[in-house]
């Protein structure tokens, strides 16, 4: 079979719409499947906003207050060598008011136990809902729940309360066990923190607000009940939690587990935003379907401030990875099998090794050079490919007697200089410039390629993440652009064992150091039309050049006065996952300004530019 | 520029109180829904997967992710759109939890030959060429030429651009029209 596009099609709408139907009514519903469905749906645990108990309870709740806290300091849970203070988990527990102290001494994220009352602010209507997923960005109608010192509504001024309260994020908790009427104020102790790393994922403008939040890791007591340490799952998973407890405790022996959960992949990104937008979506590119994700604290002996912890674990029989999350990067922690069943965590080594086995990438395991100029005259497409090798460049100046403007995916002087070639070389016995004894590939470095690790003149080990037949390519002269087809444009050079991009470099890259954006790259992300998880795209690069030099990167530009005509034009480069197969490279151009104005996207591509206007609700 | 989503019913008018009772946890709201739904839930699935148990399993995750879900509803007015999203999310799902192992290509011969040897239907070569395709650009030839989504619609049950929608539909249709010509040739 081929597939010749010259061949005619008589397919047209309506023999495909009517082909569309006659398959789909071949097709009828089966006659039990709501029945069954019905009966799944009341078999699940998790429903929501159900009516809890606490609705039958009604007003014995507050009357039982007094007495459930003090259940709570009579039930210390976890590690409890804290003195004469109520703790639990080794965490002193703290009143609303002295943890909304807290909250307003300043930035520090540790670990507090909360014991109060919580109040829900019921199922009110939204005019405005909201689609950003960040667990401290906490949206109507969830924002109107409390943490209260009484079982009472404080009085208030305006809108603002006379006594302290604590806006509980309560997103990575089963709510279950909590009443959902806003008459019913019960008491609770729960664990969580306030600053949290997510926060400075918010915009600008909620930072503040999203710090506010008291993310809420555990719910630890609610009335007189003690709540167990179980696992919230969307789906059962293959693992057990005792494996998985191993996996993370292999990383320190006194981490205490608050929660776990079990989620989609798909869905990692909703509590860890980080995923979704950013160059770490490998950790939502996992094989197995349902990924845990647990908190856990090291319990203080001594009273010391106490940082939560998040580890990812995928759900897979294999065990070999766990990630812990950071503010900015995600931590890969190697699992390797002892003659204990339980996984050890190999700790990270930061010297870098040879490249026989290099790590793999977003694109999946590298290939040789040797494949990647099979790719190149034997399959030549734009397919992102991750390239492992040794790379080398020249250091010093270069004469080339001639530099003209042409297209970014032309090679001129002192471009094929640069090579990756199947084989280590060695080092340069000379002056000359190293010649590569096994099969190589010249790379088209630019200004804004990403680089993990420098290339200099002694050859090294890389992963190179590029493609051919560059969309670009048609821009070059002509009778040089089948010649720019085959030319290797490099988007980023990384390291073998430890591939990945760090944010910071991304913000730092600055080929134009004149021009001042007004947009951030945050803003810019913000408004790239980039997809969900499981198969999201990611940033790669983004940087800022004035609109009089923004032809020389994307020659498309020029057919849109309003770029070529700004001060300062966005370059932003992503990874398109839309066919799993055949990852690309794309570019987006954004003109500057504040990031309410950033609604124009072009998009270059080979044919001409797109352009697409964001849809705002 | 500003634009409102608007959306086409996926069946008769939802009463809107069922779905205030279902987003409170209301099971017997949440089940009129699932029997008013099905149909054009599993026909979606159905049409996505191709596989009548995945089809069957997708459906039923779809209504219970949704039942799950329904407190976070926040555009209630938007119910039908949300529920495809859930529907095509299962079927993501589905797909990717049986794995390689069930996803198979059957070459256009087997299928004559398995017909005895009579034309394929137009249903049928599309049956065929839409397992050649991966599910991102069978769901959206499905929102479209099943459904009748325009770009707009189909942009906001996938939440992408309308561009990215358009340009993603003109993809999947040139994949889909190479693997039809395909079929045309075998036959």
């Known amino acids: 079979m081929t597939h010749d596009d010259r061949l005619p099609t008589d397919w047209d709408d309506d023999r495909l719409a009517a082909a569309f139907q006659a398959r789909a009514s071949a097709r009828a519903t089966p006659h039990d499947l709501a029945d069954a469905t019905i009966e799944a749906v009341r078999r699940h645990p998790t429903s929501g906003r159900r009516v809890s108990r606490w609705a039958v309870l009604g007003g014995l709740a507050a009357a039982l207050a007094i007495a459930a806290v003090a259940v709570v300091v009579a039930f210390p849970r976890g590690d409890d060598r804290n003195g004469d203070r109520p703790s639990t988990f080794g965490l002193p527990v703290l009143s609303v008011s002295q943890a909304a102290a807290v909250r307003d001494r300043g930035v520090d994220g540790q670990e507090v136990a909360v014991a109060g009352f919580y109040a829900s602010g019921g199922n009110r209507f939204c005019p405005n809902p909201r689609f950003e997923k960040n667990p401290t960005l906490v949206w109507c109608p969830d924002n109107l729940n409390s943490l209260l010192d009484r079982p009472e509504r404080p009085q208030r001024t305006g809108s603002q309360p006379l006594e302290a309260t604590i806006l509980p994020g309560l997103s990575l908790v089963s709510i279950d066990d909590l009443p959902t009427d806003p008459v019913q104020i019960v008491p609770i102790v729960v664990i969580g923190h306030f600053d949290d790393r997510r926060a400075s994922l918010c915009s600008l403008e909620e930072r503040k607000a999203c710090a ?21 799952a969307e789906r059962t998973p293959i693992l057990d939690a005792s494996a998985v407890d191993a996996a993370v405790t292999s990383v320190d022996p006194r981490l205490a587990i608050l929660s776990r959960r079990v989620v989609d992949s798909d869905h990692l990104s909703d ?29 203080s002996a001594d009273g010391s401030p106490v940082q939560p912890r998040t580890f990812i674990v995928p ?46 990438t977003w694109l999946g395991a590298p290939i040789t050079v040797s494949e990647a100029i099979d790719h190149r005259d034997n399959h030549l497409d734009d397919t992102e490919l991750a390239v492992k090798g040794f790379a080398w460049a020249p250091t010093g100046p270069i004469a080339c007697t001639m530099i003209r403007p042409a297209s970014p995916a032309l090679d001129q002087c002192p471009d094929g200089f640069t090579q990756l070639a199947e084989r280590d ?77 760090d944010r910071n470099a991304i913000e730092s890259t600055r080929p134009d150091p004149d021009v001042r954006p007004v947009a951030s790259v945050e803003d810019v992300e913000r408004a790239m039309p980039l997809r969900g998880p499981r198969g999201a795209d990611f940033v790669i690069a983004a940087f800022a050049v004035s609109g009089r030099a923004i032809v020389s990167y994307e020659p498309r530009a020029a057919e849109a006065p309003e770029m070529t005509s700004a001060a300062a034009v966005w370059v932003v480069r992503y990874l398109d996952f839309i066919d799993v197969d055949r990852p690309v490279v794309r570019t987006a151009l954004i003109v500057d300004g504040p990031s309410e104005s950033l609604g124009r996207i072009y998009l270059p591509t080979r044919d001409g530019l797109e352009t697409i206007t964001r849809i705002i609700d | 520029m500003f634009e409102r989503r608007r959306e086409t019913p996926i069946g008769p008018a939802l009463d809107p109180s069922l779905i205030d009772r279902a987003r409170n946890g209301d099971l017997d709201a949440f089940e009129s829904i699932v029997r008013a739904r099905m149909d054009s839930v599993y026909r979606l699935t159905s049409a996505i997967l191709g596989d009548e148990a995945d089809a069957r399993d997708a459906a039923q995750e779809a209504f219970v992710a949704a039942w799950r879900e329904m407190p976070r509803l926040r555009e209630p007015d938007r119910f039908d759109a949300w529920l495809q999203r859930v529907a095509i999310n299962a079927s993501r799902m589905t797909l990717r939890a049986r794995g390689r192992r069930r996803v198979r290509e059957i070459p256009s011969s087997h299928v004559v030959a398995l017909a ?72």
Not at chain 2, 139 to 158: D, F, M, N, Q, S
């Open chain 1, 212 to 232: 506010d939040t008291f993310l809420v890791d555990r719910i630890q007591q609610v009335g007189d009940t003690i709540l167990p340490t179980g696992t919230i």
């Open chain 1, 271 to 299: 509590t860890e935003p980080l995923l979704a937008t950013a160059r770490f979506n490998r950790w939502t590119h996992f094989d197995e379907p349902l990924v845990w994700v647990v908190t856990a604290i090291v319990p």
């Open chain 1, 315 to 360: 759900d897979g029989p294999s065990l070999a990875l766990i990630g812990e999350m950071a503010a900015d990067s995600v931590e890969r922690i190697d699992l390797v099998a002892s003659a204990d069943p339980s996984p050890t965590a190999v700790p990270p080594t930061a010297t870098p090794s040879a490249s026989d086995n290099p790590a793999t």
């Open chain 1, 425 to 501: 070389p060695g080092p340069p016995a000379g002056p000359e410039f190293l010649q590569p004894d096994s099969p190589s590939i010249p790379l088209l470095v630019r200004r804004e390629t990403y680089r993990q690790v420098q290339v200099g003149d002694v050859p090294r080990a890389v992963i190179v993440l590029g493609h051919f037949d560059d969309h670009r390519s048609a821009a070059c002269p002509t009778g040089q652009v089948d010649q720019c087809r085959h030319n290797f444009l490099v988007d980023a050079i990384l390291h073998p064992d430890a591939p990945g991009i």
């Open chain 2, 116 to 187: 005895g040897h009579a034309a394929p239907s137009d249903a049928g070569s599309l049956d065929t060429a839409l397992r050649l395709l991966p599910i991102e650009q069978r769901t959206i030839l499905v929102l479209h030429h099943l459904e009748g989504r325009p770009i707009a619609e189909i942009a906001a049950i996938l939440e992408i651009p309308q561009g990215t929608a358009k340009s993603r539909l003109f993809n999947a249709r040139r994949a889909l029209e190479a693997a039809l010509r395909d079929e045309d040739v075998d036959r």
